[in-house]
């Protein structure tokens, strides 16, 4: 078996990067996501929703210029009350 955390990405930067976010369904993405990145360049599509309608997932796409930034972002998402996870 591969043990992935021994394993590094290799991504050419600066690149578009995906991430996959989880939110309550009541609470406004695009107010979140203008929370986290300010006046960063992103787009949003909604993506799904849960089948009790409790969440909604939501691709997020944009540029991340290095691998910190990337991380960086990540964390910040992730930290926000209002999104449950990251994918």
Known sequence: ????SKETLA???PCTWIY?????HEKDIKEIVVD???TREHS???????SKGKYKSYSL???VHNEDDRKEL???L???EHIKMII
Do not use: P
């Not at 078996?1 to 992935?4: C, E, G, K, S, V």
């Not at 996959?20 to 309550?24: E, T």
């Not at 599509?45 to 849960?50: C, G, I, L, P």
């Open 11 to 13: 991504l050419n930067y």
């Open 61 to 63: 796409e944009l540029l």
């Open 20 to 24: 996959k976010l989880v939110c309550h």
């Open 74 to 76: 990540y964390k910040l």
């Open 36 to 38: 986290v990145l300010k």
């Open 44 to 50: 949003v599509k909604e993506s799904k929703t849960s």
């Open 78 to 80: 992730s930290d926000h």
């Open 1 to 4: 078996m591969i043990d992935l």
